[in-house]
């Protein structure tokens, strides 16, 4: 009960800072519509030179790119943990966080907040009715939670991946450009699966499961049967990948010995 | 001149510094091109080709586009906004040199130890992992390089320009992020300009922005042929030419206009 009151009084907290600051905030929202316009104009102007790509049509594509959308968005809300090592190891923050009455953990996502990020769960969704409609998708009245179950799944395995690479720092405290190469790799879970070969849809799934983002909870939606299987494995997925963050998490903060000046 | 040499050499043996951070983008880059080569294979399925590309240019298209990318982009724009912000740009301005050409020249010392540590290995792991096809004709090789440096040319113009209209704005993060959009897509990093629909090819042509990407990138692939790259380059030097016009004017306005924020 504790942390849902702090989670809320730190919510309207920044929300009073980002609100002083109007301007900023509407051209943040302005410049996150444009990155995300970038990757459907992709999408659009490839496919006026094709109808198929392996059995997927334009408008499946579009809707696993709204899908991905929405747990990215969620992610990138609440776990900005890219820049852990310079932000809380390297200038000794991370003493302050112990400090705190919190979990660590919970204590970083609270200050990193960034909920103009959200918006993007917004265009997703405005892209998924777009591509869902075009597609005469039928939708049940259970979905709405299959829904909120996968994108949960997938923001966790998100997190859970960049909560294990932050954790590195604990052990060494080198800059690694680590953070932004998992970026890129998680770019590779808004396609269709299938059209990578069988090295890299293995580690799609099983070792960095960026596929669990994207392309399996969509398939349920899409009704593509064969990959059944996969989706319902999101929301366990997600936790399996959380909880080995966390732990690896709380082993590192054992061995955390301070930077020291 | 000797200074401005001497300013590339500086920003090289900077860059030197911290090379390690030069491998891990080798990985980055590798990443993306892959990720687009998978891509465009399935888009092609078994289609022999698309606008006149074949999928063997199409993968060579998208690996030479994000080497080169190595070498012209830099982030002057941000570096100008930033000396702006702090004030340094005063101190700056009393030095015996041009700042612009100071921060071009800076520019092309990353952009240059960017080629030699960043696209000339990643080129050889890319084309180990990937099929791509790599031309063996000296001139096209030789048309290539002639691009690339007007790519250099063009970006670091318009990087300039969005730096300066710092001077007037104060804060121009939003300018700066719709400038990276435009050029992400009209540049033809992601997509060659002839994959566009009609209209959208006939209004980039009045625009500057695929003479930064997609020029060089069909002269290396030969999907330019004879007249068509002579076209192409001489595209290219036109816009150069024509962005110090906006260059000159919007820097002779700023330099009445500034006003130094502490510093």
Do not use: C
Not at chain 1, 126 to 138: E, F, P
Not at chain 1, 233 to 244: A, E, Q, W
Not at chain 2, 7 to 27: K, V
Not at chain 2, 28 to 34: D, E, P, R
């Amino acid at each position: 009960m504790f942390y849902v009151s702090v989670f809320f009084q730190y919510m309207s907290q920044y929300l009073k800072t980002k609100l002083q600051y109007r301007t900023d905030l509407l051209v943040e929202f302005f410049s996150d519509l444009m990155f995300q316009a970038v990757n459907l104009i992709f999408i659009l102007v490839v496919f006026g030179h094709t109808q198929v790509l392996n059995g997927w049509t334009r408008d499946e594509i579009i809707f696993i790119y709204g899908f991905f959308l929405v747990p990215f968005a969620v992610f990138g809300a609440f776990f900005n943990i890219w820049d852990f090592n310079e932000r809380y190891i390297v200038r000794g923050e991370m003493d302050r966080v112990l400090t705190r009455p919190v979990h660590s953990l919970f204590q970083i996502v609270l200050e990193r907040m960034e909920l103009e990020s959200l918006l993007g769960a917004i265009t997703g969704i405005i892209i998924m009715i777009y591509a869902g409609s075009r597609l005469d998708l039928v939708f049940h009245w259970y979905d709405i939670f299959i829904f909120i179950l996968f994108v949960l799944g997938g923001t966790l395995v998100y997190a859970g991946i960049f909560i294990s690479l932050a954790t590195i720092s604990f052990w060494s405290d080198a800059r690694s450009s680590i953070m932004p190469m998992m970026y890129n790799i998680g770019n590779y879970g808004r396609y269709p699966i299938d059209i990578y070969n069988r090295v890299i849809r293995y580690i799609l799934t099983w070792i960095l499961p960026f596929a669990f983002v994207g392309v399996y909870p969509s398939a349920y939606f899409l009704g593509k049967k064969e990959w059944y299987g996969y989706a319902f494995l999101t929301p366990i997925m997600g936790l399996i990948f959380f909880t080995i963050a966390v732990f690896l998490w709380n082993a590192g903060v054992k061995r955390y010995r301070g930077a020291g000046n | 001149m000797a200074k401005y040499i001497e300013m590339i050499r500086i920003r090289f043996l900077m860059m030197l510094a911290y090379r390690t951070n030069y491998y891990s983008g080798i990985l980055i880059y590798s990443i993306n091109i892959g990720a687009y080569y998978f891509l465009w294979s399935a888009i092609y399925g078994d289609k022999p080709s698309i606008q006149g590309m074949s999928v063997l240019q199409m993968t060579t298209y998208v690996a030479v586009a994000w080497m080169a990318r190595a070498f012209y982009f830099n982030n002057i724009d941000r570096e100008i906004a930033m000396e702006i912000k702090e004030g340094k740009v005063a101190t700056e301005l009393i030095r015996p040199y041009s700042y612009l050409g100071m921060k071009t020249m800076q520019g092309l010392g990353e952009g240059i130890f960017r080629l030699l540590f960043l696209s000339f290995p990643g080129m050889v792991i890319v084309s180990l992992l990937f099929p791509l096809e790599l031309t063996t004709d000296i001139s096209t090789w030789g048309y290539f390089a002639v691009s690339i440096i007007l790519s250099f040319i063009i970006n670091s113009e318009l990087n300039l320009i969005a730096g300066i209209i710092t001077f007037f704005t104060l804060n121009n993060e939003g300018l700066l992020r719709a400038k990276r959009f435009v050029i992400d897509l009209f540049s033809g990093l992601i997509l060659p300009i002839s994959f566009y629909p009609d209209w959208a090819q006939e209004m980039m042509k009045y625009f500057p922005f695929q003479g930064i990407s997609y020029i060089p990138s069909m002269i290396f692939t030969e999907s330019f042929q004879g007249q068509q790259i002579i076209d192409g380059l001489m595209f290219q030097l036109m816009w150069s030419l024509i962005l110090l016009i906006p260059i000159q004017l919007l820097w002779r306005a700023a330099k009445k206009q500034l006003v130094i924020q502490g510093g």
